[in-house]
């Protein structure tokens, strides 16, 4: 089973800069796609960027050209580095990512509990 914790999450101000991580631990297969995910108050759930095993990502429209995710598959860690900052990407950031389980190799997706990003104007 995996586990995922996120980290790196607080307050900065707008034009600021944060990095999240998200470490796996556990025992799986394989694990493929990672990806961050973010809920403000009131809203969905929205996905923020995912990065493949083989290293594609793709973002949301509204961090292209801010965010920039990535992996180190040795550490099963995860980063999201956030830059210029804005109000409105405050929210929770939830780490997410799937594989197959070991040893039935069954379809697995799994969630962190979410760290808080808090951008002050």
């Not at 095993?53 to 961090?63: E, H, I, L, P, R």
Request: charged share 15%.
């Amino acid at each position: 089973q995996v586990h995922l914790a996120e980290s790196g999450g607080g307050l900065v101000q707008a034009g600021g800069s944060l990095r999240l991580s998200c470490a796996a631990s556990g025992i799986a297969f394989s694990i493929n796609n990672r990806g961050w995910f973010r809920q403000a108050p009131g809203k969905q759930r929205e996905l923020v960027a995912t990065i493949t095993s083989g290293g594609g990502t793709n973002y949301a429209d509204s961090v292209k050209g801010r965010f920039t995710i990535s992996r180190d598959n040795a550490k099963g860690t995860v980063y999201l580095q956030m830059s210029s900052l804005k109000p409105e990407d405050t929210a929770v950031y939830y780490c997410n990512a799937d594989g197959l389980t070991s040893p039935s190799r069954t379809y697995f997706e799994v969630w962190g509990q979410g760290t808080l990003v808090t951008v002050s104007s």
